[in-house]
């Protein structure tokens, strides 16, 4: 690997991983939001429906956060994808680097999405089990954008 496809690697790798601890953060701001919101501070009808109210605000959270990383592919993809002149090798590096990040900030975002939302009462209400498969789908497919937008990225800059 070439000293420039190592640095690509890192940059697109590296801002996947700043993005998905960023919505980590807020997956843990907003679960332990709605956590309160739904069940410790509810009443009434709240307070009787507040678990499936907070898995769906958990799940919706997780949802969005997966699609914002696809929606990263493209943009990182396209702006690595620049500084090559082959788009098969731009698409490679793009799809190392894409794969790589993306899991690291879909592990993050599911991890945080989980913590905000454990605690009391709230005990079946996230399962990192269930979240598996979309969220090795979101690898996959992030990493092919990544990949595909990096290799249309090389075609814009000759």
């Known amino acids: ?20 601890i960023g919505l980590g953060i807020v997956g843990v701001a907003a679960g332990d939001w709605a956590r309160a919101q739904f069940l410790a501070d509810a009443g009434g009808a709240v307070g009787e429906f507040g678990p499936t109210y907070l898995a769906l605000s958990a ?23 620049t500084g090559y002149v082959d788009p098969r090798r731009a698409a490679a590096v793009g799809a190392a680097a894409g794969t790589g990040g993306a899991a690291v900030a879909t592990l993050a975002l599911l991890a945080g999405v989980a913590g905000g939302t454990a605690g009391e009462a709230s005990d079946q209400v996230f399962s990192l089990g269930q979240a598996l498969v979309p969220g090795v789908v979101t690898v996959v497919v992030a990493g092919g954008v990544t990949a595909g937008a990096a290799a249309l990225g090389a075609g814009a800059g000759e």
Not at 1 to 20: I, P
């Open 1 to 20: 690997m070439r000293a420039a496809d190592r640095r690509t690697t890192a940059l697109v790798a590296g801002g996947y991983a700043v993005v998905g």
């Open 59 to 81: 799940a919706a959270t997780a949802t969005a956060g997966m699609l914002a990383l696809v929606v990263l592919g493209g943009v990182v993809g396209a702006l690595a994808g």
